[in-house]
C-alpha cells in the first residue's frame, strides 16, 4: 500500500452514488466483502440530500481491497459507482489549514486595498468620468494607430541594419 494510503487502511471511498443511496443499501452490496465497521454516507447539512459519495470503514484491510477490486464501476441503482482507498485530504497530510467551509467567496484577503472588477481603488489604471471603474477609451493615454499598433516605419528595410540616426545621414 502506497504511503499515503496506509494511514487509513480498511476504509474505501465510494463516488457516483444516486441521491436515493443510504447507509443500508451500502452495507448491503459491501458487507459480501468482509465485516463492516462503519458506513458513512455523506449529506447536505442543510437538506439531508446526499452528496453522492459515502466512506465505507472494513474491519481487515484486505477486504476492503476486495471491494474496490469488485465494486469499483458497478451500478447500484442506475448510476455507476466508483470505489477507491480513501485517503486523507491534503491539509491534512500537508500540515495545511482546512479550506474555509460552506465554500463562497469571502472577501478580499487582508492587507489588500480593494479595487474591485474594472481596477478602481488605488491600484487602479484610468477611470471613466463617471469614476466607474471602467476606463473611458476617449481619453486612454494609448494613442490608437490605424496601423494596429505596429511601431512607425521611419526606415526601410535595408536601413534597419543601421540605427535610425545613422540612416538619415545616407
Not at 4 to 28: C, M, N, Q, T, Y
Not at 94 to 107: A, E, M, T, V, Y
Not at 128 to 138: C, I, P, V
Request: hydrophobic share 25%.
Amino acid at each position: 500500500m502506497p504511503a499515503a494510503e496506509a494511514d487509513r487502511p480498511g476504509k474505501v471511498f465510494v463516488g457516483g452514488l444516486a441521491s436515493d443511496i443510504d447507509e443500508a443499501v451500502l452495507e448491503k452490496y459491501f458487507s459480501h466483502y468482509g465485516r463492516l465497521t462503519e458506513v458513512i454516507v455523506k449529506r447536505d447539512k442543510n437538506t439531508q440530500q446526499t452528496r453522492g459519495y459515502a466512506f465505507i470503514t472494513f474491519e481487515n484491510p484486505y477486504d476492503a481491497e476486495d471491494a474496490i477490486k469488485e465494486m469499483d464501476k458497478k451500478e447500484i441503482h442506475g448510476r455507476q459507482i466508483y470505489v477507491e482507498q480513501a485517503v486523507k485530504p491534503r491539509h491534512e497530510t500537508q500540515n495545511l489549514r482546512p479550506p474555509p467551509r460552506g465554500g463562497g467567496f469571502r472577501g478580499a484577503p487582508r492587507g489588500s486595498r480593494g479595487g474591485g472588477r474594472g481596477g478602481g481603488g488605488s491600484r487602479g489604471g484610468p477611470r471613466g468620468r463617471m469614476g466607474d471603474g471602467h476606463m473611458d477609451r476617449s481619453r486612454s493615454p494609448i494613442r490608437q494607430r490605424p496601423d494596429r499598433g505596429r511601431p512607425d516605419r521611419d526606415f526601410s528595410r535595408s536601413d534597419r541594419r543601421r540605427t535610425p540616426h545613422e540612416a538619415s545621414q545616407t
